[in-house]
């Protein structure tokens, strides 16, 4: 891989421009054997599988006025999974994926603030466990995601608080499509699914020690919290219609109160508190029961 950053002006603007190229490629050996009483028994099955990636990126951050960026951006990625079957009568194959991800966003930064929002496409090719499964999964799983969020620091206090939405075809997921409850779950493509949330952290000393001071403070009593709250679930799916997706919990609050010493020794207790149920099946019928689980950390930090 290779990558090269250059800045300079354009059309009298300084702007930074960073672009790279990559390409890997691995061979895999796969083999399957008869399980027997936890000693390999016979060979059932064998295969050379061969993945190559090729990808490539570019990203100009143009500054305007008054403290904002523009952000113009691009990847572009191919991808190539090869399976030849050398025992056993799984079929051979060679697959091919590619995409182009486009990128947009638009940065605002003050003296300790800023904000920032961005609009952006993803993509990820499967892997070999998921293109030929029981359920075969084979197409590429593509997303559309804006993000607007700020960080920043006042004083005692520093934060970093970010809204998003993805809306994703063909997420790759463990699914049950054929109804068989006698038949375990595995990866398929879903149609349409929807990744939102919010995200937030923050930390104040509560000694009122300013975050980006000169010296360290001999001592500081900080106050970490970090809470996440996820709306994950299919878009209007044939079978599962708006269900939760499984497995993610709603909320997830974590709080600790740390007594911190400038040599670097810390102690203080922690608390992780979930306050709603989390579905572990996509129909929505089971679900795990809220928590709270509180702890205690001891420790030091040292520089070598």
């Given at each position: 891989?290779?990558?090269?950053?250059?800045?300079?002006?354009?059309?009298?603007?300084?702007?930074?421009?960073?672009?790279?190229?990559?390409?890997?490629?691995?061979?895999?050996?796969?083999?399957?054997?008869?399980?027997?009483?936890?000693?390999?028994?016979?060979?059932?099955?064998?295969?050379?599988?061969?993945?190559?990636?090729?990808?490539?990126?570019?990203?100009?951050?143009?500054?305007?006025?008054?403290?904002?960026?523009?952000?113009?951006?691009?990847?572009?990625?191919?991808?190539?999974?090869?399976?030849?079957?050398?025992?056993?009568?799984?079929?051979?194959?060679?697959?091919?994926?590619?995409r182009i991800m486009p990128k947009l966003g638009l940065r605002w930064d003050a003296?300790?603030?800023?904000?920032?929002?961005?609009?952006?496409?993803?993509?990820?090719?499967?892997?070999?466990?998921?293109?030929?499964?029981?359920?075969?999964?084979?197409?590429?799983?593509?997303?559309?995601?804006?993000?607007?969020?700020?960080?920043?620091?006042?004083?005692?206090?520093?934060?970093?608080?970010?809204?998003?939405?993805?809306?994703?075809?063909?997420?790759?997921?463990?699914?049950?499509?054929?109804?068989?409850?006698?038949?375990?779950?595995?990866?398929?493509?879903?149609?349409?699914?929807?990744?939102?949330?919010?995200?937030?952290?923050?930390?104040?000393?509560?000694?009122?020690?300013?975050?980006?001071?000169?010296?360290?403070?001999?001592?500081?009593?900080?106050?970490?919290?970090?809470?996440?709250?996820?709306?994950?679930?299919?878009?209007?799916?044939?079978r599962y219609g708006d269900d939760t997706l499984a497995g993610l919990p709603p909320?997830?609050?974590?709080?600790?109160?740390?007594?911190?010493?400038?040599?670097?020794?810390?102690?203080?207790?922690?608390?992780?508190?979930?306050?709603?149920?989390?579905?572990?099946?996509?129909?929505?019928?089971?679900?795990?029961?809220?928590?709270?689980?509180?702890?205690?950390?001891?420790?030091?930090?040292?520089?070598?």
């Amino acid at each position: 891989g290779a990558a090269a950053t250059y800045a300079g002006d354009l059309a009298g603007r300084a702007h930074r421009l960073r672009a790279g190229l990559l390409f890997n490629r691995g061979v895999t050996r796969a083999a399957n054997f008869i399980n027997a009483a936890g000693h390999r028994g016979a060979l059932v099955s064998a295969a050379v599988q061969t993945a190559a990636n090729l990808e490539a990126f570019a990203e100009d951050q143009i500054s305007l006025t008054h403290g904002f960026t523009l952000v113009l951006g691009t990847s572009a990625s191919g991808n190539r999974r090869q399976s030849d079957q050398t025992v056993g009568t799984t079929p051979d194959y060679d697959l091919d994926y590619h995409r182009i991800m486009p990128k947009l966003g638009l940065r605002w930064d003050a003296r300790d603030v800023q904000v920032y929002a961005n609009l952006s496409g993803s993509y990820e090719p499967p892997s070999f466990s998921e293109t030929l499964t029981l359920n075969t999964a084979r197409l590429a799983q593509t997303a559309t995601t804006w993000e607007l969020g700020t960080r920043g620091v006042s004083g005692p206090v520093r934060w970093d608080l970010s809204f998003y939405r993805a809306d994703l075809r063909n997420e790759l997921l463990a699914l049950d499509h054929d109804n068989n409850p006698a038949t375990p779950a595995a990866t398929v493509n879903a149609d349409r699914t929807v990744h939102a949330g919010i995200e937030f952290a923050a930390e104040i000393d509560l000694l009122g020690s300013a975050w980006n001071a000169q010296a360290t403070p001999a001592h500081r009593l900080v106050l970490r919290t970090a809470w996440t709250h996820g709306d994950f679930r299919f878009a209007n799916d044939a079978r599962y219609g708006d269900d939760t997706l499984a497995g993610l919990p709603p909320q997830l609050v974590r709080v600790e109160l740390c007594w911190e010493t400038a040599n670097g020794w810390y102690a203080g207790p922690t608390f992780e508190w979930t306050p709603e149920k989390t579905y572990i099946d996509f129909r929505n019928t089971y679900a795990a029961a809220p928590y709270a689980i509180a702890g205690f950390r001891l420790g030091r930090r040292v520089p070598e």
